[in-house]
């Protein structure tokens, strides 16, 4: 490739942050994403920005909360537990509707689980996890490539939205290293900013107040509608989706993240044996593509969901098919091997694709 | 309101440029607005309003401010950690303080507290300590005095089961990052002052960049404590002081 770089997947998470003008981070030390946090200690000092290693992912989240109110683009990254930990903070996040970003490196849970990767976080991240009942932007990159580039768009679509965006990766995808393009993505002009907290002084004498408590003043049901309004307008216009080898399938894999890496490897081998095998990768896992899933039930496909999960995104495609298709699922418990390290292949994936053809 | 009413109410409670109307602190003899209006004065005094953002808890001390300064009220407990976040972004061009009840700061939230002061955070944290939970009707506090009757105490707090008041400001004396640390309380009109002092070296510290600086003050709680104001007042001077003795316990010019 043209003009690309050889970066893991945990440095093209902090340098997509950093092109997308990202100088604040605040986290919280967690296996398998150490190396983000470290990349961000190195190079924010180097360009005039702040990290700080917070005493918790509670406070981590808070900070972020903070830095958020006064107008910046702030980050923090984290894995699972972490990720449990920060929900308090993320429903006041949602409420405020403040634009902030956070990652999620997924390792096995629940629990102290595994260090190690898993897919064990969805609906947690693609329900809101704490609460209340809002919604995050969430992105799975599945390449290294994505991770830079979906962390920008993380970004943009926080601003645009006043909304919390979760990239969701994962272990796996955090390890490897691929040829990179580190282009800066131009996206569409924002919205200033004029509720921010910066003192009165540099506003005109102007003052902001933004609070949690804010739907204490008989206001509660309208904020809420808002809110949810807004929520639909970004189910309306922000799902992304990866189509492959789609058109004429008779089984349809579903899969995101390091396991759609592994679907198309089964779509390869299958498709060389004349076995009509696709994808649908969801980009955006809330807002999901119900739509395209709902369209290739209604065309007769079967559908096959992988995850490296006990079943939950399969959740969203029964929710998807409306009840007009065949699902079959493929989770943890067809992992290489039972240890920690397993992890879900092309070959195991294959197999099943040739059992439901 | 009758002229005389508002007479009074503007003699206790303003006028002030930065308190553009009375305070939220909703329930009879209550002593939060009367805090802010130190903490308010104190701003204006040091000519650094438009520099100050606040960061407000849940709580009683969640309505006390109700003024024309930026600031924000979210979760119980993590204010100085969402005021690390703002000190950041702004590039420490801004004045942070937050406003938190002795269960938002010295319970639910002490963790950030302390933490905020082991980094010498420069932020101002000030504590009213109401010996109670205020907004949810009464209960057991950090700073419940040993006996005292709540709502979740009902036989008086005792040791066994509930521990021993907290004393924060002695507490974060001890730490290297801290570099102011004090109590007072807004009993009286003197207490008033003091509280007002403590605030003006508190919020110095920030302005020079020294490091955490911290004030709990007193207040009372008149009904939760079932108690007429002036007898609320007075059980502080003889009750709270006794257990939460006033004064400065660290007023260092520089992190040694």
């Known amino acids: 490739m043209e003009d690309a770089t050889l970066i893991h997947g945990y440095e093209a998470i902090p340098q997509g942050a950093l092109d997308a003008g990202c100088l604040h981070f605040f986290g919280y030390p967690i296996t398998p994403q150490n190396e983000i946090t470290e990349y961000f200690a190195r190079e924010l000092p180097k360009r005039g920005g702040r990290f700080v290693q917070a005493e918790s992912e509670s406070a981590a989240v808070a900070m972020l909360f903070g830095a958020a109110t006064a107008g910046v683009r702030a980050i923090t990254t984290t894995a699972s537990p972490g990720w449990g930990l920060m929900q308090e903070g993320i429903s006041h996040i949602a409420w405020c509707e403040l634009p902030c970003v956070i990652v999620d490196c997924q390792r096995g849970g629940p629990g102290q689980g595994t260090t190690r990767h898993a897919q064990t976080d969805y609906l947690s991240v693609t329900r809101g996890g704490g609460h209340g009942g809002y919604k995050n932007i969430v992105l799975a990159p599945d390449s290294v490539q994505e991770c830079y580039d979906l962390t920008q768009l993380a970004f943009y679509l926080a601003d645009k939205y006043d909304n919390l965006v979760i990239v969701l990766s994962d272990g796996i995808l955090m390890q490897i290293a691929e040829p990179t393009k580190l282009q800066t993505i131009d996206f569409p002009p924002l919205p200033e900013k004029d509720w921010a907290l910066k003192g009165t002084a540099k506003k005109g004498g102007k003052f902001s107040t933004i609070h949690s408590t804010r739907g204490l003043a008989g206001t509660y049901v309208q904020i809420l509608k808002a809110l949810h309004e807004k929520y639909q307008k970004i189910t309306d216009s922000e799902v992304r989706f990866e189509a492959s080898q789609a058109d004429d399938a008779e089984l349809l894999l579903i899969a995101y993240g390091y396991v759609a890496r592994s679907c198309k490897g089964a779509i390869s081998m299958a498709r060389a044996e004349g076995l009509k095998v696709g994808l649908i990768r969801p980009i955006t896992v809330w807002p999901f593509p119900y739509e395209i899933i709902n369209q290739k039930a209604s065309q007769g496909c079967k559908f096959l969901v992988v995850e490296d999960s006990m079943g939950q995104m399969v959740e969203d495609v029964k929710l998807g098919t409306e009840g007009k298709a065949e699902i079959h699922f493929l989770g943890l418990l067809a992992r290489h091997q039972s240890g920690e390290l397993g992890m879900l292949f092309p070959e195991t994936v294959f197999t099943e694709v040739k059992k439901l053809l | ?256």
């Open chain 2, 1 to 256: 309101m009758s002229d005389k009413k508002a007479i009074v109410k503007e003699k206790i409670y303003g006028p002030s440029e930065l308190r553009p109307r009375y305070g939220a602190g909703g329930c009879r003899g209550c002593g939060h607005p009367l805090v802010a209006k130190a903490i308010l004065e104190t701003i204006e005094e040091l000519d650094i309003a438009g520099r100050v953002i606040y960061v407000q808890g849940i709580g009683c001390s969640t309505g006390g401010l109700g003024t024309k300064l930026d600031g924000t009220v979210q979760a119980h407990g993590p204010a100085p950690a969402v005021a690390t976040g703002i000190k950041h972004a702004l590039f420490d061009d801004a004045i942070v303080i937050t406003l938190q009840g002795d269960g938002d700061c010295a319970a639910i939230g002490s963790g950030y507290l302390i933490a905020a002061a082991a980094r010498a955070q420069r932020i101002t944290v000030f504590m009213y300590n109401n010996a109670n939970y205020g907004t949810t009707g009464g209960q057991l506090a950090p700073t419940t005095l040993l006996g005292q009757v709540t709502t979740t105490t009902p036989a008086g707090r005792e040791p066994r089961m509930f521990g021993y008041p907290i004393h924060v400001p002695e507490m974060l004396a001890t730490m290297r990052g801290v570099v102011y640390s004090a109590r007072s309380a807004i009993n009286t009109p003197a207490n008033y002052q003091r509280t007002k002092r403590y605030a003006k070296v508190a919020l110095q510290k920030q302005i020079d960049d020294v490091g955490f600086s911290f004030v709990e003050v007193l207040t009372p709680c008149t009904i939760n404590w079932h108690m007429e104001p002036v007898d609320a007042m007075k059980w502080i001077g003889e009750e709270m002081i006794a257990e939460y003795p006033l004064g400065e316990f660290k007023n260092v010019a520089q992190i040694d």
